[in-house]
């Protein structure tokens, strides 16, 4: 790995807004009387309950086990009773419900018998893995990943570079930059462990150069750290989107994830800095992942600030927590103004992927009702995945989604760069994740297809042995009962010829 910086193409410098939510020390949101626990937190499949309504649990007791291999457990955030395992609305753009556990806390935010993993570096990974994700851990820089996926290389790849995701590069979220201020030590925990974990010695802790208080408490904690000695801190330009897994490889590295392909082919695992936390908690402490930070800010928000929410939290309380000026009913976004979403209930509960509620921004892409294309290639220039967001914009208008796939649809990380600077106002990012919902959608019929057509193949060709079984048991039948009748006729015939032998 070069010690030179290099850089990726497009990209944006935004008008960073983070200091409405860092004049606070990260501050505890009160306990909610309800907590709803979509069971769907996280890419893969979606937990299935292990407790029935009426039951009573406590605080990190595990409420629903992984169902597949890309999944992971849902722990309750806080001691109550299970009033209902329902379909809920959850924090989605399309204003789905989905299976949620409702708990009733009782107040009292019992704890389970906490059991860390004693002496982590004397277990297998495997081991670590397993209890990694037992703990319910996912990437927590958005996407929702389970972590303990990432730890597990597999015997064909060999992991050279950990890369930790300090960068946060959404102008409002601060969530990580004041993990990273007030609590190092645990992020440096969660690095020895996936390290160790990874078979990997060299780690670099990416961080934007606008995170100055960040920077300094990282390098105070890692100097403290002799065990570390193989990790460092680099300080990238501050350019939107840097913290795109993809992009902030090629900066670190100068080296390009190719299409189709993922780090770990270039030998690099990347983390986010609050999965380092989580994961340290986890194996140090014995706490699974049931809360995290989430910053409230933007121009309605009267104490913008950054909350550690229990999951399952209901929005509205989180809202009215940090004194916003938000009305009844008025749209806010969650996440940050350039990848987030408009949402208009805030009874939505705070999950796994929740790292930013906004209400209120000042330099959000565009809104207003979109024009004609006026083909002036602003997209292409700052789309950071080399990208035509032009011709992908006519072809998934058109559902031309054959031809979507010719121009690299997948490529794109969905930063929402062409929308914002459109003049024409085009909602690009929405045509795009159309035209990959609208793919995936007929790659599941077309799998379905394939697999009811294999199933009658193979039921065919069951049906066809079978008849050839019966008939050639039937045949069988036919021989011995003819070789029978022969063999009795001539016993027949030789007692006749033996009698008129005699007489």
């Not at 002799?226 to 330009?237: A, G, H, Q, Y």
């Not at 459109?422 to 007929?442: D, G, W």
Request: glycine residues 8%; aromatic residues 4%; charged residues 20%.
């Amino acid at each position: 790995m070069t010690d030179i910086l290099s850089s990726f193409t497009g990209g944006l410098v935004l008008d960073g807004q983070k200091r409405r939510s860092t004049q606070t020390a990260i501050q505890q949101s009160p306990l909610s009387k309800i907590l709803i626990l979509p069971l769907q937190q996280h890419i893969g499949g979606a937990s299935i309950p292990i407790v029935s309504v009426g039951d009573h649990v406590l605080k990190g007791q595990k409420i629903a086990r992984a169902d597949g291999h890309v999944s992971v457990y849902l722990h309750a955030p806080s001691s109550g009773t299970i009033t209902a395992i329902d379909q809920q609305p959850i924090p989605h753009p399309s204003g789905l419900s989905a299976l949620c556990i409702s708990i009733e806390t009782d107040g009292k935010d019992t704890w389970i018998t906490r059991e860390p993993l004693e002496n982590y570096a004397t277990h297998p990974s495997h081991d670590l893995r397993q209890f990694i994700r037992e703990a319910g851990i996912v990437g927590l820089g958005g996407a929702g990943f389970p972590s303990f996926i990432k730890l597990n290389p597999g015997i064909h790849h060999t992991v050279e570079t950990l890369i930790i995701n300090g960068v946060e590069c959404e102008p409002y979220i601060t969530c990580d930059d004041m993990l990273m201020r007030e609590r190092a030590e645990g992020i440096l925990d969660g690095i020895e462990i996936m390290q160790y974990a990874l078979s990997v010695a060299n780690c670099v802790i990416a961080i934007e150069d606008n995170k100055s208080e960040a920077i300094t408490a990282m390098k105070l904690a890692l100097a403290a750290r002799p065990s570390l000695e193989n990790t460092k801190i680099v300080s990238i330009p501050t350019r939107y989107p840097a913290g795109s897994e993809k992009q902030l490889i090629q900066v670190i590295t100068g080296k390009q994830v190719p299409s189709n392909g993922l780090p770990i082919d270039l030998g690099i695992v990347c983390h986010n800095i609050g999965t380092s936390y989580a994961i340290g908690r986890a194996i140090n402490l014995g706490e699974p992942l049931i809360s995290r930070i989430v910053t409230v800010t933007g121009t309605d928000v009267k104490h913008a600030g950054n909350f550690e929410t229990l999951f399952g939290t209901p929005m509205h309380e989180l809202l009215s927590f940090a004194k916003t000026k938000r009305q009844t009913g008025e749209p806010f976004i969650l996440g940050g103004p350039m990848m987030g979403y408009n949402l208009s209930g805030d009874n939505l509960p705070i999950t796994k992927t929740a790292n930013c509620i906004l209400v209120g921004v000042d330099n959000a892409a565009p809104k207003n009702q979109a024009l004609p294309c006026i083909r002036c290639g602003e997209c292409a220039t700052v789309c950071p995945a080399g990208l035509l967001p032009q011709q992908l914009y006519w072809h998934s208008r058109a559902k031309e989604l054959d031809k979507t796939d010719e121009y690299h649809l997948f490529d794109c990380i969905e930063c929402g760069c062409c929308s914002y600077v459109c003049p024409s106002k085009i909602p690009l990012v929405h045509y795009f994740r159309f035209a990959k919902t609208e793919i995936m959608n007929q790659q599941q019929e077309q799998q379905k297809s394939d697999n009811a057509r294999v199933r009658y193949d193979n039921r065919q060709h069951r049906q066809e042995l079978e008849t050839k079984e019966k008939a050639e048991r039937q045949r069988q039948r036919k021989a011995a009962l003819a070789a029978t009748k022969a063999a009795k006729e001539k016993e027949q015939a030789k007692e006749a010829d033996d009698k008129q032998e005699n007489q």
